[in-house]
């Protein structure tokens, strides 16, 4: 059955942080499905891709995406826990080769204790960044040129930043793509000359502080070989999740 409501998705997913996600609290464009115990959420341009995410035994699930797909056409791909997408794979002819990576999240009403200023980020200070588009992009680019979010691309709503004493930005992370049940952060960077001071983490406890304060929970999404970021999370209390997306089978 069509699922319409963002409560009618947390329900059949069991409130699964992933899936809650993807639902993007059935903004416009979204779509949703359930049969038995699998879910199917159907979100365009979620984290610049058509993302088709799924949950559940690989049969229904397959069974699901066969009868989704006709209404979604070949731009959507599939995203789910690996072992998932991997015997998807098996079951749906055409479908890509499962690209791994790490979903990351604090689970339900997380929290940390930290200063939270809206005004800006002070020199030392992590906080929101204003007028900052022109800085954020060059620190990106030269120290994260394939980040996934950048200043000006939809669903990237505010930057948090930090600055060294003289005033330049030397880290920065986004609030991008986040829905009312999941705060979602991106475009993590630090600069190159300034690594292994830390900042990463205070920029990083900074907007996760905040994002659970507005959302409840916080997630991202890091490459499975990105080992000094995914420490990092977990020192600041996330959880790993081995996740995969893939091409869709016809």
Do not use: K
């Not at 731009?75 to 790490?102: H, K, N, W």
């Amino acid at each position: 059955m069509e699922l319409r409501a963002a409560g009618e998705v947390v329900a059949a997913c069991d409130d699964d942080t992933l899936l809650v996600w993807a639902a993007q609290g059935m903004r416009g464009g979204v779509r949703a499905w359930a049969l038995g115990e699998a879910v199917a959420v159907a979100s365009p341009q979620l984290n610049r891709r058509d993302r088709l995410t799924v949950r559940g035994g690989a049969a229904e699930v397959a069974a699901v995406v066969r009868l989704a797909l006709p209404e979604l056409g070949p731009s959507y791909r599939l995203l789910g826990d690996r072992e998932l997408i991997v015997e998807l794979g098996e079951r749906l002819p055409g479908t890509g080769p499962a690209r791994p990576f790490e979903w990351m999240d604090t689970g339900r009403d997380a929290g940390w204790d930290a200063d939270r200023d809206s005004g800006g980020a002070d020199p030392g200070r992590a906080g929101w960044l204003e007028g900052a588009d022109e800085e954020v992009g060059a620190l990106l680019a030269g120290a994260s040129p394939s980040s996934w979010a950048v200043p000006g691309l939809p669903g990237v709503r505010r930057w948090a930043g930090l600055r060294a004493a003289g005033g330049a930005l030397v880290a920065t992370a986004a609030d991008a793509w986040s829905c009312p049940q999941v705060g979602f952060v991106a475009g993590v960077a630090t600069a190159a000359a300034q690594r292994g001071r830390g900042y990463a983490q205070r920029v990083c406890r900074f907007a996760f502080a905040a994002l659970a304060a507005e959302h409840g929970r916080v997630a991202l999404m890091v490459d499975t070989d990105n080992r000094a970021a995914i420490g990092v999370y977990e020192r600041l209390g996330m959880r790993g999740r081995p996740v995969a997306a893939a091409t869709v089978g016809g």
